[in-house]
């Protein structure tokens, strides 16, 4: 998988946990803590190809043609203003 956009220096490494995991209630998602929500949306980022069903339309009719499926082999990341975190990724 081949992944576009990437920062290799990004503000996020620098921010720190503001949540506790000592305790259910004062870690992420229950407590609000920006590190722990940007490397989740890290940690979603495909690492392998994967499969995506496509439909073929015709132009003239707009009606679907057939469906097929190809393989996603390279995506490109999506990022913020304010932090330099991911906030998708597109194919």
Sequence with gaps: ??????????????IEYKC????????????ECIHCKFQECEDSI???N???NDDVIDK?????????TRIVKEIT????DRYQ???GWTF
């Design 1 to 14: 998988m081949k992944v576009n956009n990437t920062i290799q220096n990004k503000r996020k490494k620098r």
């Design 20 to 31: 506790n995991h000592d305790s259910i209630e004062t870690e992420y998602p229950i407590a």
């Design 46 to 48: 495909p690492t392998e």
């Design 50 to 52: 994967f499969k995506v």
């Design 60 to 68: 003239k009719t707009r009606k679907v043609i057939k469906k097929q």
């Design 77 to 80: 990341l999506v990022h913020g």
């Design 85 to 87: 975190d991911v906030i």
